[in-house]
């Protein structure tokens, strides 16, 4: 731990929300809390490389074997029988087709396109790609979080990487957001800094932040207000301008001191090609992420594991605990990053693999989730949804047809559950906006002067509810 | 408008396009040639070399923030602080890590705040530190008022207004009530310290420049001072260097040359022109270098780690006394025991690293070296595709098009060689093969001669290994015979140079190169097919016009 961040955990103590005790926390315990509000919220698990489903003669590994009602039998064996302890708040989805704009890239595709529901600003640009729209997590703060304030976009694996790393998060068109690698960060950026100081200590460090902030907004508009401003550099200005907060004192958002500490110890290994240090990572954002919509902090996250092809990410084999080679790789059935290169026996099963690895991280989220109660007597997974998506649908074509998405959580009663779909009839026609406009919906968002967001993704695109998961 | 995107052809690689007119931009043609300048520089300078578009207020990188809080407040530990901010995330395109739209969000400001908090409390907590920074003064508002010029001259680049000291002067007063655990001098300097960290005036480079006609701007010489030491240190303006800046002789052509020589000779600048050739090469990639233990039982596990060091000892000595051709040419290099195994070297070798030259016969430049060459491969196998694509499109500037969106399965592969296997699952269908053909696969091919760790080799599966081929650079097709024909090949070719001259136009300003760079461009790169050593070339660039300018914001 670093000097000044015992300084800081030292001034920590009093009640606090936190997590509830879960293994891996607290082995000897387990007890929930209560969620401060019931508020709708949405946070998105991103997998890249598809998964291993039917495609040649490769055998259906992911998806449950029958359509319908969610049974264990059915999904046993299955990377998504992981989730079959929360199948009643399961929503499984075929048919989610994205569409194939000119990215010059697969994987640009998918990952641009997913959460924006938008093509690229440049045709054709691949690893260079940016999206040409804000993303639906982006959105959902915007409108819905107290002040406008950001969704938190979270990270787990190397900086940089196909696509640059971090990627699928978009401020608006070519405006793409810098995510947060360390859990812990996003724990102290979550909190404020007030928590843990007695009265007078509070009062005294929100007069400090006034008297900064003061000078650096009387600075940032004598800046923005000189002639000649480009509309970059405004823009600039502007997001800096917006991003100078007076201290909100957050007397629920904490851990105590020992986990927060626990936070700290383990977030380290953010910046790893091994894939256990990844995912416990990107376990780790997900505790930040359950608490910061429990306190009603924040009621959108993304949550990106690995680059834009998670092209470095070396996940463990489950037998040997040895790393299997890079996760793209496994994707590619090859030991290339193209197509050349030796072909890796088995690797649709490693694949596979990958994929129960992401379906227990992702199970690890909804525990979290459904800990906490709500003030109602309800559980805070029913109170939103969680979404565990892929950039691609399969391995080797990383198609953009039956892209698997896994929803979890009614958002307030608004979506379906316990079904595994094959929405509109098994169409191949695009209509990730459709999904995206009904995510949108379920939380609360809302286009102008409409009872429904109909409007997110590009134009072109099929709008309005994918009516299908509705409840 | 921007040029010669870079494009990394990584994912599933099938290739629709064909070969096209060179798409460079602003590679020299037959009749390209140095401008007529004056010489001062030893290259040449031309007042028809026109800025690009740049922004107004450049935000700092995180490792200029740390330099910067470092030089100006004695403060060793900001680094560290730094290193926890979180990422920027990466502008569509460009390979160096200070793109021109940085900024500053919501996790970015949470983080700058803890590390002005940080940095403030250290400073006057440590006694002698803050002592000697105020030893002068006296410690009262006045004194305060002093500080807030002197620190803020360094911090902010520039003198600080009267309007801007009153400002921290403020906090100053507020500090002196809210810190009661400090003396009222420490506590509000403590707070007025937090405040220049977290003032745009710091977090910003800014340059607005005066009209000089023709929509350009001249930079102040304040301005020019941090872009300057920015560019060859990553640091703020040393007292040197602000001494130029306010006398603004630093505007004067021969002071400038004078300041950017003086700067160049430091540790510091070597430590720049390192950071370049490390980004530009793409050297943390080394780190993913991981041969099969089945195929080289005898390669060290800690291969990347001295793949890293001889790449870093080559490029110093490039940097300290070589050229872009010694780049791609020199057969000298450092070796330890691991290493000269791969290389075949016979002699005593042990840990250390120590210089070599390798083979004639066999090597030629960086790129025949184990770090390149182990990057890109596959556990097994050379990459003749990955190598083609990164030689052709980041050191030819070739402009590949990209592969369609859905490739369907292809066949298992069939050949008796690692090039026989690639010509099949590439140039076999004319989509594929219009890339493939000509602009990726020739330029990795001639490196079938290194297999998977960079051994040399010439049988391939028990046949001899073909490393001919006809690489298309700037429209124009190539006979080579191999590697080390195509290194000096491309050491002749113009269009060669002038891609290695645009990445040290963007590294300098941070942006991808545009079209008003092209000039500039041109005349660096005949300066470096003629050989000037990579110190001179950055050099001329500083004296350039465009260095010294902006232009007119674009509204």
Not at chain 1, 248 to 274: F, H, I, K
Not at chain 2, 24 to 48: A, K, M, R
Request: charged share 25%; net charge negative.
């Amino acid at each position: 731990m670093n000097r000044d961040r015992r300084r800081f955990l030292r001034g920590l103590g009093g009640a606090a929300l936190g997590l509830p005790f879960l293994e891996g926390m607290s082995p000897r315990r387990a007890s929930a809390q209560t969620a401060v509000g019931a508020e709708p919220f949405a946070i998105f698990f991103r997998q890249a490389n598809g998964v291993a489903q039917a495609w040649g003669d490769e055998p259906e590994r992911f998806f449950p074997r029958e359509l319908g009602a969610l049974t264990e039998a059915s999904m046993q064996g299955r990377a998504t029988g992981e989730l079959a302890a929360h199948r009643s708040r399961l929503l499984i989805l075929q048919s989610i087709n994205y569409r194939g704009f000119d990215y010059g890239d697969g994987h640009a595709n998918g990952a641009l396109q997913a959460l924006t529901g938008q093509g690229p600003t440049e045709p054709g640009a691949a690893g260079g790609s940016q999206a040409a729209g804000e993303s639906i997590d982006h959105r959902i703060g915007r409108e819905l979080n107290p002040g406008g304030d950001d969704s938190l976009f979270l990270y787990a694996g190397r900086n940089r990487g196909w696509l640059g790393g971090a990627c699928i998060s978009y401020r608006g068109p070519g405006q793409r957001r810098s995510a947060v690698n360390n859990p812990f960060d996003a724990y102290l950026n979550l909190m404020g800094g007030a928590t843990g100081l007695d009265p007078e200590a509070q009062d005294r460090l929100v007069r400090r932040r006034e008297s900064v902030n003061d000078l650096v907004r009387t600075q940032l508009n004598r800046l923005r207000s000189s002639p000649g401003l480009s509309t970059r550099d405004r823009q600039r200005l502007d997001l800096h301008l917006s991003s100078v907060r007076d201290l909100e004192v957050q007397l629920s958002c904490r851990l105590d001191e020992d986990r927060a500490r626990m936070l700290e110890n383990q977030s380290p290994g953010y910046d790893s090609t091994d894939g256990e240090d990844t995912l416990r990572t990107a376990r780790l954002h997900m505790d930040v992420a359950a608490l910061a919509v429990a306190c009603a902090a924040n009621r959108s996250v993304a949550i990106q594991v690995g680059s834009g092809n998670d092209g470095s990410t070396r996940y463990h084999h489950p037998e040997t605990g040895q790393p299997m080679a890079n996760f793209h790789y496994l994707s590619h059935r090859r030991l290339s990053h193209g197509s050349d290169g030796e072909v890796i026996p088995d690797s649709d099963l490693l694949h596979h693999y990958v994929d129960v690895q992401f379906a227990r991280t992702f199970r690890h989220l909804l525990d979290r989730l459904a800990a906490y109660d709500t003030p109602d007597g309800g559980s805070l997974l029913d109170a939103g949804v969680a979404v565990w998506y892929n950039d691609n649908a399969n391995g080797p074509p990383h198609g953009r047809w039956n892209v698997p998405w896994v929803l979890a959580g009614s958002a307030g009663g608004f979506l379906r559950q316990g079904q595994h779909l094959r929405v509109q009839n098994g169409t191949r026609d695009p209509n990730l906006t459709q999904l995206l406009n009904t995510l949108g919906t379920a939380v609360g968002v809302r286009s102008p002067g409409r009872p429904v967001l109909d409007d997110f993704g590009a134009s072109g695109s099929a709008q309005g509810l994918l009516s299908d998961i509705v409840a | 408008m921007r040029y010669g995107t870079m494009l990394c052809a990584v994912g599933w690689v099938a290739c629709a396009a064909e070969i096209s007119e060179p798409q460079g931009g602003l590679l020299p043609g037959p009749s390209g040639g140095p401008g007529d300048g004056n010489g001062s520089s030893g290259v040449g300078q031309t007042l028809d070399e026109t800025p690009g578009p740049s922004p107004r207020f450049i935000r700092l990188t995180h490792d200029q923030w740390a330099r910067t809080v470092e030089d100006v407040l004695k403060d060793d530990s900001a680094q560290e602080l730094a290193d926890g901010f979180r990422a920027d995330s990466f502008g569509a395109a460009f390979i160096f890590d200070n793109p021109a739209d940085l900024s500053v969000d919501g996790p970015l400001w949470a983080a700058y705040q803890r590390a002005a908090a940080e940095v403030a409390t250290r400073l006057v907590q440590d006694g002698a530190r803050f002592e000697a920074l105020t030893e002068d003064l006296s410690w009262d508002e006045a004194g305060a008022r002093q500080l807030a010029q002197r620190l803020g001259e360094g911090l902010f680049r520039r003198p600080v207004s009267s309007e801007d000291v009153e400002l921290l002067v403020d906090v100053y007063r507020d500090g002196r009530e809210l810190s009661p655990d400090l003396a009222p001098f420490r506590a509000g300097v403590g707070l007025m310290v937090e405040a220049m960290l977290q003032s745009p005036l710091f977090l910003y480079r800014i340059e607005v420049g005066e009209p000089a006609g023709d929509g350009v701007r001249e930079l102040s010489a304040w301005e020019l001072a941090s872009r300057l030491s920015y560019f060859l240190w990553n640091s703020p303006p040393d007292t040197a260097l602000r001494a130029a800046a306010a006398d603004e002789s630093l505007l004067e052509p021969e002071v400038l040359r004078s300041q950017a020589r003086r700067l160049l000779a430091s540790p510091r600048a070597a430590a720049v022109l390192l950071d370049f050739h490390e980004q530009l090469l793409d050297v943390s990639k080394f780190s993913t270098i991981g041969p099969s233990a089945a195929f080289f039982p005898d390669v060290s596990e800690r291969l990347p780690e001295f793949a890293a060091t001889e790449n870093r000892l080559f490029l110093e000595m490039v940097v300290q006394e070589g050229s872009f051709e010694t780049l791609l040419t020199s057969n000298r290099t450092f070796v330890n025991a691991a290493l000269a195994d791969v290389y075949g070297l016979q002699g005593d070798f042990d840990d250390t690293f120590v210089p070599v030259e390798l083979p004639d016969a066999e090597r030629r430049g960086l790129f025949t070296h184990v770090g390149w060459l182990a990057t890109y491969a596959t556990p097994a196998d050379p990459d003749p595709i990955h190598r083609g694509v990164f030689l052709s499109e980041r050191m030819a500037c070739n402009h590949i098009t990209l592969p369609p969106g859905d490739i369907p399965p292809l066949p298992d592969p069939d050949g008796r060689t690692n090039r026989e296997l690639v010509e099949k699952h590439t140039e076999s269908t004319p989509e594929c093969a219009g890339c493939h053909g000509a602009l990726i696969n020739p330029f990795g091919f001639a490196f079938e001669s290194y297999d998977a760790v960079g051994g040399y080799r010439t049988e391939d599966n028990g046949f001899a290994v073909d490393t001919s081929g006809t690489p298309v650079i700037d429209g124009r097709l190539l006979q080579v015979s191999g590697a080390m024909d195509l290194m000096d090949q491309m050491a002749e070719n113009p269009a060669v140079h002038a891609c290695y001259t645009q990445h040290w136009v963007e590294y300098a300003f941070g942006r991808v190169a545009s079209t008003e760079d092209r000039n500039l461009i041109e005349r660096l790169a005949q300066a470096s097919l003629e050989g000037t050593p990579v110190r001179d070339l950055v050099l001329a660039l500083i004296d350039s016009r465009p260095f010294r300018t902006r232009v007119e914001d674009d509204q």
